[in-house]
C-alpha cells in the first residue's frame, strides 16, 4: 500500500462566510487529521488564500483536491510536495527575563538560531523564531530545559517554486 | 467591491420598486419559473407565507404533512420534469427535517432549492427560539447554502441559488432568510444569475479524448456501455440511442440511469449492481472496453473495486471532474456535459454488429429467465410474488407509467421489472436509499407530470415512515397510484438476516395495520388483494380510477431479490439463489 506523506494543500476562494466549515467537511468525513490551517488574503484583492497540511496517500490526495475545487466558491485548489514549495512557520516563545541574563547558554542559542527578541520587561521576553518545521523544533528542544513560560507556533505558509498554473484565471479576476 | 458573479445583461431600464424581502423571494420565485412549492409554514418564515397568500394566483404552495414530505416531493417534482424542485419550512425543527431530503438530492444530483426561514439576525447564535444553524448543519450536504440577513442580498443570492442547483451537476442549494431580511423594504429587480467566477459546472470537451475514446470503442472486440443518470440529466437520450444503435453495444443501466433507454430496445441488456441482472454484473468482468456514461461507479454498482473489470480498458464520460478515478481508474476521462460529448462522439464512430458477445448476453438470461425471473413473473407456489404486481402495472400501463419507488426489496423488483418506455420514469431514492421516500415523491412527480400515469411503489415499512403524506394527496386531490406491496417484514433486511445474519430477525417483523382504513380515512379509494385472481382486477380498478386509489398487496412473506452480488463481494460471484 502507498504511504502516507506530507502534502501542503494550496486553495485560492472566494472570502465568504461558511466556507471554512465546507472545507473542513472534506476532511472531517475521511476521517483525515489536519496537521495546520492557514486563511489569509492572497496577492488577489478579495480572493482569498488557503494552506493547508495533511499527511496522505498521493492518491487520497487527488482525490480530495477533487472534491475541494468541486466547491462553488472554490477557484483553484492544488497539492504539493515538500520540495516543491518554499514554507515557513513561525513560533514565540514566551521566559522569564531572568533567564536572559543568568543563562550565557540561551543568548547563544539565540543567536545562532536567528531567533529575534520582540520585547523584553522585568518578568519575561518574547522571543520570535520563522523557518522550517525542523527549525522550530530544534530551538524548542534547546529552550525546553531552561523553562518555557508559554509556547505558540503558527500553520505553516507557503509559495511554490514553480509558478502557480491559475496565473491568467487570477489575472482575468483581479482586473 | 466587484461582484462575483454575472447576472443576465437587461437591455431595458430595470424598473425598480420598494417592496418586502418577502414579496421579493415570491418575485424572484415567479422570475425563475416556479409555479409550484412544496412547505409547511412557521414562525420565522410567515412573512413569505403571507405573501404567497396574495400570489396564490402565480403560484400554488402545496401544505405538505411534515417537511420531509414537501422535500421529497419537490425531488418528485425535479426528478420527472428536470426542473428546480422548491422545498420551503421555517427555522429549526422546519429546517432540520429537511436534511433527509437535501441528502438525498445531493447524492442523487437533485436540482433542489430550499428556502428556511430563520430567527431576526440580532437572535443569531443566542439559542433562540427554533434557532438551528441549518447553514452549518446543511454544508456537507448542500451543493451550496447561503445565509441572507439583509433584505437587499435576495435578488442576487436567490438568483445564484437557483444558477447552482441546475447547473453543471445539479444538486441542493439551501437558503436561509432571517425574519428581519424577510420583512426590511428595499428596491427590488432581478436579473437571473449566467456565471459565477468560481464556479465552472460544465466542463470543456477535449477532442483529443473524444478521439481517444472512440478509436477505443471501434477497436472493441467485446465493448460494454454502462449507462447513469447523467444521461438523463443532460437529456442526452436521444443521442445516447443513436450512439447505442449505431455502434450495437450492448448498453446496462444503473438505478437512476433506468428509461433513459426503453426497457423493451433490443440493446438494452438490464441493470448492473447488487441486485441487478446476471448478464451485464457477470459480462462487466469480461468485456474488453467498458464505456461508462454520466455514471460514477457506486460501490452498489461495482462489488468488490479489487475485481471490477480489471480486464477491460475504461472510458468514463463524466461532467464531474472529482468523480474521475475516484472509485475506478478511467484509461480515457472524457469530461464534458453527456449529451455534448456524445455528439461529437457520434460521427467518429464505426457501425459494428458484435453478434456472438451479444449472444453471451442472451445466454446469462436465459439462465437467469429459469433461475429468477421466471419464478418472479409467474410463480407456482401460493403466495403472490412482488415481480407478479409488476408485470400486471406494466400490462395496465402498457409500459406508459412512472414509477416512484420507496427503498428495498420491492424497490428491486421495481426497477427490474418494471416497462419504461419514456425517459425520467424511474423516481426512487438511489444513493442515499431513504425509506419513506416514495409516497410524498409521488406527489411532485404527479403535479410536475399530471398527464402520465404516476404510480408509487412502496413496502409496508417504507410506506408508514411518511404515511401522513396521504393528507396531502387528499387535500390536494392528486389522482395518483399508491401501491404498498405487504410482507409484513422489513424485507430486504430480513433477507440479509436470513442471508448472513443466521436467520436471527431481530426488529424486522411489522405487525401492521388496516392500510385500506387508513386510506379510507383520508377518503382515498383503497382495497386489498391477497389472492392471485383477484390482482389483474384490482390493479386494472386502480389504473382506470379517475382520483387517488390505493391498493394493498399482501405479497409472499420471505421472498428474497435474486441476483445478488453480496456486500464487498466480486461483480462476478453474484448469485442466482
Known amino acids: 500500500m502507498e504511504e502516507n506523506k506530507t502534502y501542503t494543500i494550496s486553495i485560492y476562494t472566494e472570502n465568504n462566510i461558511g466556507l471554512l466549515n465546507r472545507i473542513s467537511a472534506i476532511f472531517q468525513r475521511r476521517h483525515i487529521n489536519i496537521e495546520c490551517i492557514n486563511t489569509s488574503v492572497s496577492e488577489i484583492e478579495n480572493i482569498s488564500k488557503w494552506t493547508i497540511v495533511v499527511q496522505l496517500t498521493e492518491e487520497r490526495m487527488k482525490k480530495i483536491i477533487g472534491q475541494i475545487e468541486k466547491q462553488v466558491e472554490v477557484i483553484k485548489a492544488f497539492y504539493h510536495k515538500e520540495e516543491e514549495i518554499i514554507y515557513q512557520e513561525s513560533c514565540l516563545f514566551k521566559i522569564k527575563s531572568e533567564l536572559l541574563f543568568e543563562e550565557r547558554q540561551i543568548q547563544n542559542i539565540i543567536k545562532d538560531s536567528n531567533a529575534n527578541i520582540v520585547t523584553v520587561n522585568k518578568e519575561f521576553f518574547v522571543l520570535e523564531r520563522s523557518g522550517r518545521a525542523e527549525e522550530i523544533t530544534l530551538l524548542y528542544r534547546e529552550l525546553k530545559p531552561f523553562g518555557i513560560m508559554q509556547f505558540t507556533r503558527s500553520s505553516r505558509i507557503a509559495v511554490t517554486k514553480d509558478e502557480m498554473k491559475i496565473r491568467k484565471m487570477l489575472d482575468a479576476i483581479s482586473n | ?577
Open chain 2, 1 to 577: 467591491m466587484k461582484e462575483n458573479f454575472t447576472l443576465e445583461k437587461s437591455n431595458k431600464a430595470v424598473p425598480t420598486e420598494k417592496i418586502s424581502g418577502s414579496q421579493a423571494i415570491i418575485k424572484c420565485l415567479i422570475a425563475e419559473g416556479v409555479k409550484t412549492l412544496y412547505g409547511y409554514p412557521g414562525g420565522a418564515i410567515m412573512p413569505v407565507y403571507d405573501e404567497l397568500h396574495q400570489y396564490q394566483d402565480k403560484i400554488h404552495h402545496v401544505l405538505a404533512r411534515h417537511e420531509q414530505g414537501a422535500i421529497h416531493a419537490a425531488q418528485g417534482f425535479a426528478r420527472i420534469s428536470g426542473n428546480v424542485g422548491v422545498a420551503i419550512a421555517t427555522s429549526g425543527p422546519g429546517a432540520t427535517n429537511l436534511i433527509t431530503g437535501i441528502a438525498d438530492a445531493q447524492i442523487d444530483s437533485t436540482p433542489l432549492v430550499c428556502i428556511t426561514g430563520q430567527v431576526h439576525s440580532h437572535l443569531l447564535g443566542s439559542d433562540a427560539f427554533q434557532e438551528t444553524d441549518i447553514v452549518g448543519i446543511s454544508t456537507p450536504v448542500t451543493k451550496w447554502n447561503h445565509q441572507i440577513t439583509k433584505a437587499e442580498d435576495i435578488p442576487k443570492v436567490l438568483a445564484k441559488a437557483f444558477f447552482i442547483a441546475k447547473s453543471g451537476r445539479p444538486g441542493p442549494v439551501l437558503i436561509d432568510i432571517t425574519k428581519d431580511a424577510q420583512f426590511q423594504e428595499f428596491e427590488f429587480s432581478y436579473q437571473k444569475c449566467i456565471e459565477i467566477r468560481s464556479y465552472k459546472p460544465v466542463p470543456d470537451i477535449d477532442a483529443n479524448k473524444v478521439k481517444e475514446a472512440a478509436d477505443l470503442i471501434n477497436a472493441a472486440k467485446k465493448p460494454m456501455i454502462v449507462w447513469g443518470q447523467g444521461v438523463i440529466l443532460s437529456e442526452a437520450e436521444d443521442i445516447f440511442k443513436a450512439v447505442v444503435e449505431k455502434t450495437n453495444i450492448p448498453a446496462a443501466w444503473t438505478i437512476l440511469g433506468a428509461s433513459a433507454l426503453p426497457t423493451s430496445h433490443p440493446l438494452n441488456v438490464g441493470m448492473v449492481g447488487m441486485h441487478g441482472n446476471y448478464g451485464p454484473n457477470v459480462l462487466t468482468n469480461e468485456c474488453d472496453v467498458l464505456i461508462a456514461i454520466g455514471m460514477r461507479f457506486d460501490d452498489r454498482v461495482t462489488g468488490s473495486l479489487d475485481t471490477y473489470a480489471k480486464q477491460a480498458k475504461v472510458i468514463h464520460f463524466e461532467i464531474d471532474p472529482a468523480e474521475i478515478d475516484k472509485n475506478v481508474k478511467a484509461d480515457v476521462a472524457v469530461l464534458g456535459d453527456a449529451k455534448a460529448t456524445l455528439t461529437q462522439l457520434l460521427p467518429l464512430l464505426n457501425t459494428n454488429n458484435h453478434s456472438a458477445w451479444h449472444q453471451l448476453f442472451k445466454d446469462h438470461y436465459k439462465i437467469e429467465y429459469e433461475k429468477v425471473i421466471k419464478n418472479d413473473l409467474e410463480p407456482v407456489k401460493e403466495g403472490l410474488s412482488m415481480g407478479e404486481v409488476l408485470k400486471e402495472i406494466n400490462i395496465q400501463s402498457k409500459g406508459n407509467a412512472a414509477i416512484v419507488s420507496d427503498v428495498g426489496q420491492h424497490q428491486m423488483i421495481a426497477c427490474r421489472y418494471a416497462d419504461f418506455n419514456i425517459t425520467k420514469s424511474n423516481i426512487t431514492s438511489g444513493g442515499l436509499g431513504t425509506m419513506g421516500f416514495a409516497l410524498p415523491a409521488a406527489i411532485g412527480a404527479k403535479m410536475a407530470a399530471p398527464e402520465r400515469d404516476v404510480v408509487a411503489i412502496i413496502g409496508d415499512g417504507g410506506y408508514q415512515m411518511t404515511i401522513q403524506e396521504l393528507g396531502t394527496v387528499f387535500q390536494q386531490k392528486i389522482p395518483l397510484k399508491i401501491v404498498v406491496l405487504n410482507n409484513e417484514f422489513l424485507g430486504m433486511v430480513r433477507q440479509w438476516q436470513q442471508l448472513f445474519f443466521d436467520k436471527r430477525y431481530a426488529s424486522t417483523e411489522m405487525t401492521n395495520p388496516d392500510f385500506v382504513a387508513i386510506a379510507k380515512g383520508y377518503y382515498i379509494d383503497a382495497q386489498k388483494v391477497t389472492k392471485r385472481e383477484e390482482l389483474s382486477d384490482a390493479v386494472k380498478e386502480m389504473m382506470t380510477t379517475d382520483g387517488p386509489y390505493f391498493l394493498e398487496v399482501c405479497v409472499e412473506k420471505e421472498d428474497n431479490v435474486f441476483p445478488m452480488i453480496p456486500s464487498g463481494a466480486s461483480v462476478s460471484d453474484i448469485r442466482l439463489e
